[in-house]
T-cell receptor
Framework: GAVVSQHPSRVICKSGTSVKIECRSLDFQATTMFWYRQFPKKSLMLMATSNEGSKATYEQGVEKDKFLINHASLTLSTLTVTSAHPEDSSFYIC????????????FGPGTRLTVT | DAKTTQPTSMDCAEGRAANLPCNHSTISGNEYVYWYRQIHSQGPQYIIHGLKNNETNEMASLIITEDRKSSTLILPHATLRDTAVYYCIVRPNNYGQNFVFGPGTRLSVLP
């Protein structure tokens, strides 16, 4: 199946700094990518949907100025956590929807963010 | 909100079949049943999906009831590496719909 990568796989940052997470579709084009957040022992929660070349759509309760999403190409979306705080520590997972008739969605391996 | 209900947890003996149930009584005619699993600290992994016919692939079988209100994922010979959280998701197979994850079933395969 298609492969989605995330970088970095884990990151530790200090409170107040910003962190960028990359999501790439390696062997397919993805017009739409999704960003999820998962707290320990909880399920995945959709944060935002990004479409290539346009502004992301954020779920209710997710601050768009804190979680900046850029989807500049058909194979790359980035999530920047600005002014990170310890409560932003979580597992961030991206998903990419294949731009084809099947509209299959593939998930990345996740990025573990720890804010100290 | 997720449109499915699953048992919180299940155990299965290694080498035996694992049968994971899912209820989706409000499923619409254009919604597919998808199964994903998530091994600890990894992203979700696609297992199988179907509309109304039973499906089988190299990983599992999906049995959907005739009224489509419930389904069962079958792992025919569970191994320790199948220990994971299994998510049953219903979703229309068209552009614009994402996956809504419920709490899933935590399957523990025991030696």
């Amino acid at each position: 199946g298609a492969v989605v990568s995330q970088h970095p796989s884990r990151v530790i940052c200090k409170s107040g700094t910003s962190v960028k997470i990359e999501c790439r579709s390696l062997d397919f084009q993805a017009t739409t990518m999704f960003w999820y957040r998962q707290f320990p022992k909880k399920s995945l929660m959709l944060m935002a949907t990004s479409n290539e070349g346009s502004k992301a759509t954020y779920e209710q309760g997710v601050e768009k100025d804190k979680f900046l999403i850029n989807h500049a190409s058909l194979t790359l979306s980035t999530l920047t956590v600005t002014s990170a705080h310890p409560e932003d520590s979580s597992f961030y997972i991206c998903s990419a929807r294949e731009t084809s008739a099947h509209y299959e969605q593939y998930f990345g391996p996740g990025t573990r963010l720890t804010v100290t | 909100d997720a449109k499915t209900t699953q048992p919180t947890s299940m155990d299965c003996a290694e080498g035996r079949a694992a049968n994971l149930p899912c209820n989706h009584s409000t499923i619409s005619g254009n919604e597919y049943v998808y199964w994903y699993r998530q091994i600890h600290s990894q992203g979700p992994q696609y297992i199988i999906h179907g509309l109304k016919n039973n499906e089988t692939n190299e990983m599992a079988s999906l049995i959907i009831t005739e009224d489509r209100k419930s389904s069962t994922l079958i792992l025919p010979h569970a191994t320790l590496r199948d220990t994971a959280v299994y998510y049953c998701i219903v979703r229309p197979n068209n552009y614009g719909q994402n996956f809504v994850f419920g709490p899933g079933t935590r399957l523990s395969v025991l030696p």
